[in-house]
């Protein structure tokens, strides 16, 4: 077996050395401006021409949920922005509110039917902002699913439901016995 062949490796000579690492200010502040291409450069993207949609073409960590972008113009106030999360969450907490103050089946009917909000503005609306976490698919499984579920055991809620499933009930008594 020869030796003699040539390595494909770069020698040291050919390889950059990479630029030292700015030191962090103190208290960890940062230039403004600064976190914006930081996390990007993190995240992996490549820049893209203003005004485009399209992903980068080599995306080396997390994509941008799609319907990620902002519900409104980028001059627009922060919540004029993000409205449909901002509505999602406002219900949510008013049935918070109501629960607390022992209104439980009309508190935990309203969080459901936020999460259900949530689902049909995610597959309405081409923008979400902060609403769209994951793909759009996944969404919508994940808030209809749990919107679904949230409703249902309002309704069951003790004493007097609402809605009476008798196959729980016997799956319920046939555990408890």
Do not use: C, N
Request: charged share 20%.
């Amino acid at each position: 077996m020869s030796t003699d062949a040539p390595d494909d490796r770069p020698t040291a000579e050919q390889t950059p050395e990479a630029p030292e690492p700015r030191p962090e200010p103190a208290g960890g502040a940062t230039r403004a401006g600064a976190g914006v291409r930081t996390g990007v450069a993190k995240l992996g993207w490549t820049r893209r021409e203003p005004g485009s949609r399209r992903f980068p073409r080599i995306t080396r960590s997390i994509a941008r949920p799609e319907g990620g972008g902002r519900a409104a113009a980028g001059d627009a106030p922060a919540p004029a922005r993000q409205w449909p999360m901002l509505l999602v969450l406002s219900l949510v907490g008013l049935g918070l509110i109501l629960t607390a103050f022992d209104v439980t089946r009309v508190g935990t009917l309203l969080i459901g039917v936020a999460l259900l909000v949530g689902a049909g503005l995610r597959w309405w609306l081409p923008s979400v902002g902060m609403l769209a976490v994951r793909s759009r698919f996944t969404d919508l499984v994940t808030y209809s699913v749990l919107g679904v579920v949230i409703v249902v055991l309002a309704l069951m809620q003790q004493p007097s439901p609402w809605l009476e499933l008798p196959f729980l009930d016997r799956t319920l008594h046939f555990t408890v016995d």
